[in-house]
């Protein structure tokens, strides 16, 4: 079976909620899902997914979140060849760099050599119905990538 891990970081939540409708909509399509929290995983353990997806939220004028920047260090050391990967986020559009950490996270998995499945995501503040329905886009074309 299709193994997806999802690794998410969230402040306010709303990270955590858009990774919860992905996983949902992976679960939809058949698809086992592991979600977990950025500091609870390695970056290693996207060696043993299908499909790797990090949803993470930006922090201030464009930064990582503290939380978060070791697993970005360390994916980009691995080879993640033969895996599909997709990347999803929030932020707001009052800075300047609305959802850079998105576009870090996907320049990282592209060092990895795990092919984009998918196009970002990125949600203003928490998930709308628009955003909802974006996502499982997201889900099923990421499903289809690594067929």
Same mark, same amino acid.
């Given at each position: 079976?299709?193994?997806?891990?999802?690794?998410?970081?969230?402040?306010?939540?709303?990270? &955590? *909620?858009?990774?919860?409708?992905? $996983? %949902?909509? /992976? !679960? =939809?399509? @058949? #698809?086992? +899902?592991?979600? &977990? *929290?950025?500091?609870?995983?390695? $970056? %290693?353990? /996207? !060696? =043993?997914? @299908? #499909?790797? +997806?990090?949803?993470?939220?930006?922090?201030?004028?464009?930064?990582?979140?503290? !939380?978060?920047? @070791?697993?970005?260090?360390?994916?980009?050391?691995?080879?993640?060849?033969?895996?599909?990967?997709?990347?999803?986020?929030?932020?707001?559009?009052?800075?300047?760099?609305?959802?850079?950490?998105?576009?870090?996270?996907?320049?990282?998995?592209?060092?990895?050599?795990?092919?984009?499945?998918?196009?970002?995501?990125?949600?203003?503040?928490?998930?709308?119905?628009?955003?909802?329905?974006?996502?499982?886009?997201?889900?099923?074309?990421?499903?289809?990538?690594?067929?």
């Amino acid at each position: 079976m299709t193994l997806a891990k999802i690794v998410y970081a969230s402040m306010t939540g709303n990270t &955590e *909620e858009i990774a919860d409708i992905v $996983a %949902e909509a /992976f !679960e =939809n399509l @058949d #698809i086992e +899902v592991e979600v &977990e *929290e950025c500091t609870q995983v390695e $970056a %290693e353990d /996207f !060696e =043993n997914a @299908d #499909i790797c +997806v990090v949803a993470t939220y930006t922090y201030g004028e464009g930064d990582l979140p503290d !939380e978060i920047v @070791d697993l970005y260090e360390e994916l980009q050391e691995l080879d993640l060849s033969g895996k599909t990967y997709g990347v999803c986020g929030s932020g707001d559009t009052f800075y300047e760099f609305y959802c850079k950490s998105v576009d870090d996270f996907d320049a990282a998995f592209a060092k990895t050599g795990a092919s984009k499945g998918t196009e970002n995501v990125k949600v203003e503040m928490a998930p709308e119905e628009e955003d909802i329905e974006k996502l499982e886009v997201f889900a099923k074309t990421l499903v289809e990538a690594a067929s």
